[in-house]
């Protein structure tokens, strides 16, 4: 299915200037966080080059996350407004519209049984679908359902291999460009997870897509 350019916009100027963009040499090269010093890793991608060094990890945000990007994720995904799956839609589309994309595999973070049962949606998978973008869903959760949000630093980094690629869909990774996309970056430790599964699966490279950093 090829994917449609969106022309129109769903926020008004004045939530579009409570958001922060994030592009350019003021970030860091690794996770997109904001970053001064140019062309440089940050000290968190420094760690995690001594945890994974055959990874060559990029991760691309759009915006830092703020108190508007916290209103926005308390709403949609904790209290279930699923119209605010629109929200950054014609944003999403324009990152996955973009030439450098094209025939690559778009894979979202799944959620657990238990977010599923209470939310009964995927958020990551909504905004996808909001900005008309066709992904893969090849991961499976396998976690207790623990929120990465109710952890501490210490805690999110202590986490395990809360994900699962079943041998089938292994295949369909195996030589594929990959990103992985999900809602929010805060230590990374959920994306590295599933780009390990990714690694594992012989995926010719891995990147990743996030909303916010």
């Given amino acids: 299915m090829r994917l449609k350019k969106l022309k129109t ?7 579009k200037q409570k958001l922060n963009h994030l592009a350019g040499s003021t970030v860091c090269p690794g996770c997109c966080r904001e970053w001064e010093e140019i062309g440089n890793f940050c000290s968190d991608c420094l760690k995690w080059q001594l945890i994974y060094p055959n990874y060559t990890f990029k991760n691309t945000a759009l915006y830092q996350y703020n108190s508007f990007l916290k ?6 995904k904790y209290k279930g407004d699923y119209r605010l799956a629109k929200v950054f839609a014609p944003e999403v589309n324009a990152y996955f519209y973009s030439y450098p994309q094209k025939g690559k595999l778009y894979i979202p973070i799944p959620v657990s049984k238990k977010s599923m049962e209470l939310r009964g949606f995927n958020q990551v998978e ?7 973008v066709t992904y893969a869903p090849l991961l499976k959760h396998i976690g207790r359902g623990e929120k990465q949000s109710s952890k501490d630093r210490k805690g999110r980094m202590m986490s395990k291999q ?3 690629l079943a041998p ?6 195996r030589n594929k460009k990959i990103i992985l996309i ?3 970056y805060t230590t990374g430790r959920t994306l590295f997870h599933a780009a390990e599964l990714m690694l594992d699966a012989q995926a010719e490279s891995v990147e990743t897509f996030t909303i916010a950093r």
């Fill in 168 to 173: 089938r869909d292994a295949e369909q990774i």
């Fill in 71 to 76: 209103e926005w994720i308390e709403a949609f």
């Fill in 182 to 184: 999900d809602d929010v």
């Fill in 126 to 132: 909504a905004v996808l679908q909001a900005g008309g």
């Fill in 162 to 164: 809360p994900f699962e």
């Fill in 9 to 15: 916009t769903t926020l008004c100027r004045t939530c």
